[in-house]
């Protein structure tokens, strides 16, 4: 189960589109040296896909593979 409470949200970028259809959001969130990577579609109603890494560098990886999709990505804070 992917528990916000527990973790801490560390970064947040998102694609600088408007709309349901058009927005998409990425996070890095980190717990007790877990690290996870949330990749949503649509806002916050929208389908979200999480992957889990062990190492920071590994999950900045993951960003930088999901911020080359279209778009004008900024990080929001």
Avoid at 37 to 65: H, I, K, L
């Amino acid at each position: 189960m992917f528990e916000y409470a527990a973790m801490e949200r560390r970064k947040h970028w998102w694609n600088g589109a408007w709309g349901r259809l058009a927005r998409r959001d990425v996070y890095l969130f980190e717990d007790a040296g877990i690290w996870w990577v949330e990749s949503r579609e649509g806002g916050a109603d929208g389908r979200a896909r999480r992957y889990e890494f062990t190492d920071e560098d590994e999950a900045m990886n993951c960003v930088s593979g999901l911020l080359a999709q279209p778009g004008s990505w900024r990080e929001l804070k």
